[in-house]
């Protein structure tokens, strides 16, 4: 079985609506979560209460700035969501619009956020506890911390569990809609492909290519002082230096990485260059394979970057493939994925134990077109599996037993039988540009979805936010 598979945004494009509340995208970014409140920004889009022209009283902030079929837009929704918006920004080296050109746009997302909320709600469309507890976990270990060294980072922001919780089953919610109204209406053709093709041979540059970078991140703390900035950025060069003499990579990046992907070499993964950040791509444009760029500056600190492979399709590109096997337990009315994660886990048990051998429990349990096969998968290289199970899998050693593991098709628990490098066919490299095509797609075919669904939305548009 193969699972349709999309780039990290598929789970991390939700989350990054909590702005900074995560840093999701911290082993492409280098984002990470706040080293303290954002004081400055908060100061600047504060305000415990506004003038109202003609009256010598003030006005409350919290006040309804806009209702969605019947469901209110606050004002305080609204300046929370731009100060967190705005740091985000900062954060990546952008620059954070006007404040009025902000509160619009936010306004705007809010909007859409409810319009679709309200729709998976309507659809029934429901987020498991354990889910949510699992999505938690998943964050924290994206930005090297534990759960409870998280939960303490963002109560020094205000930020309760219960909120991010709630903000964080609201961002799946979207994600699980947005699979059920969007993802199916999208196919690629052979044609589809030919088209791609095309139309990247005519660029002739580095966005037709496919790359696979090491990362060595050394992080700065928000407003830092200049003493600071300059100890990480000597940090960085020394880290640069080793690596041009000759030190191994992986142990440079064991030994100075912030990143999260640290703990594994600092390899960022094969994909098309224009799925990495463009402050990467634009810096290894002209460098060849094996070479070394940087130190980079970027909003959250200084990246050190390694060409590991990089190639044009036809070209001999080398891939890491996992052979692999899985339960898979569809939830329903019956069967939350609560109560799934607690079968598989006692699978899990018994395999350990020696009690049972997981391609039994495979043909006798999975509720996935492998079991007849005792859950075995094949050999697969990068992008054939969604985000959250390709994650799981790439932490697993041969032979391990993953906990249970949430996807959009339920809950799995897996196995990596093996591992190896395999050098791909130029037709296979062919199909992996199928998920590129279809990423592609799926932005366009969501576009027109979202608009549908604000069309469809009965909005009035009440005081402007302050």
Same mark, same amino acid.
């Given at each position: 079985?193969?699972?349709?598979?999309?780039?990290?945004? =598929?789970?991390?494009?939700?989350?990054?609506?909590?702005?900074?509340?995560?840093?999701?995208?911290?082993?492409?970014?280098?984002?990470?979560?706040? $080293?303290?409140?954002?004081?400055?920004?908060?100061?600047?889009?504060?305000?415990?209460?506004?003038?109202?022209?003609?009256?010598?009283?003030?006005?409350?902030?919290?006040?309804?700035?806009?209702?969605?079929?019947?469901?209110?837009?606050?004002?305080?929704?609204?300046?929370?969501?731009?100060?967190?918006?705005?740091?985000?920004?900062?954060?990546?080296?952008?620059?954070?619009?006007?404040?009025?050109?902000?509160?619009?746009?936010?306004?705007?997302?809010?909007?859409?956020?409810? &319009?679709?909320?309200?729709?998976?709600?309507?659809?029934?469309?429901?987020?498991?506890?354990?889910?949510?507890?699992?999505?938690?976990?998943?964050?924290?270990?994206?930005?090297?911390? =534990? +759960?409870?060294?998280?939960?303490?980072? +963002?109560? &020094?922001?205000?930020?309760?569990?219960?909120?991010?919780?709630?903000?964080?089953?609201?961002?799946?919610?979207?994600?699980?809609?947005?699979?059920?109204?969007?993802?199916?209406?999208?196919?690629?053709?052979?044609? $589809?492909?030919?088209?791609?093709?095309?139309?990247?041979?005519?660029?002739?540059?580095? &966005?037709?290519?496919?790359?696979?970078?090491?990362?060595?991140?050394?992080? #700065?703390?928000?407003?830092?002082?200049?003493?600071?900035?300059?100890?990480?950025?000597?940090?960085?060069?020394?880290?640069?230096?080793?690596?041009?003499?000759?030190?191994?990579?992986?142990?440079?990046?064991?030994?100075?990485?912030?990143?999260?992907?640290?703990?594994?070499?600092?390899?960022?993964?094969?994909?098309?260059?224009?799925?990495?950040?463009?402050?990467?791509?634009?810096?290894?444009?002209? =460098?060849?394979?094996?070479?070394?760029?940087?130190?980079?500056?970027?909003?959250?600190?200084?990246?050190?970057?390694?060409?590991?492979?990089?190639?044009?399709?036809? &070209?001999?590109?080398?891939?890491?493939?996992?052979?692999?096997?899985?339960?898979?337990?569809?939830?329903?009315?019956?069967?939350?994925?609560?109560?799934?994660?607690?079968?598989?886990?006692?699978?899990?048990?018994?395999?350990?134990?020696?009690?049972?051998?997981?391609?039994?429990?495979?043909?006798?349990?999975?509720?996935?077109?492998?079991?007849?096969?005792?859950?075995?998968?094949?050999?697969?290289?990068?992008?054939?599996?969604?985000?959250?199970?390709?994650?799981?899998?790439?932490?697993?050693?041969?032979?391990? #037993?993953?906990?249970? #593991?949430?996807?959009?098709?339920?809950?799995?628990?897996?196995?990596?039988?093996?591992?190896?490098?395999?050098?791909?066919?130029?037709?296979?490299?062919?199909?992996?540009?199928?998920?590129?095509?279809?990423?592609?797609?799926?932005?366009?075919?969501?576009?027109?979805?979202?608009?549908?669904?604000?069309?469809?939305?009965?909005?009035?548009?009440?005081?402007?936010?302050?």
């Amino acid at each position: 079985m193969r699972f349709t598979s999309l780039t990290p945004r =598929t789970f991390a494009m939700g989350l990054v609506c909590l702005a900074s509340f995560v840093a999701v995208g911290a082993q492409a970014q280098g984002l990470r979560l706040s $080293d303290g409140p954002n004081a400055s920004l908060s100061r600047a889009l504060d305000g415990s209460a506004r003038a109202v022209p003609g009256n010598t009283g003030v006005r409350s902030a919290d006040f309804i700035v806009a209702v969605v079929n019947s469901e209110p837009v606050t004002n305080n929704e609204v300046r929370d969501r731009m100060s967190r918006v705005a740091q985000s920004i900062a954060a990546q080296g952008g620059q954070v619009p006007s404040k009025d050109v902000l509160a619009r746009e936010v306004l705007e997302r809010l909007i859409l956020e409810k &319009a679709q909320l309200q729709s998976a709600r309507e659809q029934g469309i429901k987020v498991d506890d354990y889910a949510v507890d699992q999505a938690a976990q998943n964050v924290a270990r994206q930005n090297s911390l =534990t +759960l409870e060294q998280m939960q303490a980072r +963002l109560s &020094a922001d205000g930020i309760s569990p219960t909120r991010f919780r709630e903000e964080l089953r609201n961002q799946m919610l979207l994600q699980r809609l947005r699979e059920r109204e969007v993802d199916g209406r999208v196919r690629v053709s052979e044609l $589809d492909i030919d088209q791609y093709l095309q139309e990247q041979r005519k660029t002739g540059d580095v &966005a037709s290519m496919t790359l696979n970078l090491g990362h060595v991140f050394i992080a #700065v703390p928000e407003n830092a002082s200049p003493a600071v900035v300059a100890q990480r950025e000597a940090r960085a060069r020394e880290a640069l230096e080793k690596i041009r003499g000759g030190q191994d990579f992986s142990a440079v990046v064991r030994d100075y990485s912030d990143a999260a992907e640290a703990k594994d070499g600092g390899a960022l993964g094969l994909r098309s260059a224009d799925r990495y950040p463009e402050l990467f791509v634009r810096a290894v444009a002209s =460098t060849p394979q094996n070479g070394v760029v940087g130190p980079l500056r970027s909003g959250a600190g200084f990246h050190v970057l390694k060409v590991l492979e990089k190639s044009q399709l036809g &070209a001999a590109t080398v891939v890491t493939q996992n052979h692999a096997r899985h339960i898979l337990l569809r939830p329903s009315d019956q069967l939350t994925e609560g109560k799934a994660a607690a079968l598989l886990a006692d699978y899990r048990r018994r395999v350990q134990t020696g009690q049972a051998r997981f391609e039994d429990l495979a043909r006798e349990h999975s509720q996935d077109g492998s079991a007849k096969e005792g859950g075995d998968l094949g050999w697969a290289g990068p992008g054939a599996f969604v985000p959250e199970f390709e994650e799981v899998l790439r932490q697993l050693k041969p032979g391990e #037993v993953s906990e249970p #593991v949430v996807s959009r098709f339920g809950v799995h628990l897996i196995q990596l039988i093996d591992r190896r490098q395999a050098t791909l066919t130029p037709r296979e490299q062919r199909e992996s540009l199928r998920n590129v095509v279809r990423e592609q797609k799926l932005e366009k075919a969501y576009n027109t979805w979202i608009q549908e669904v604000r069309g469809r939305a009965y909005v009035e548009y009440r005081d402007p936010p302050q």
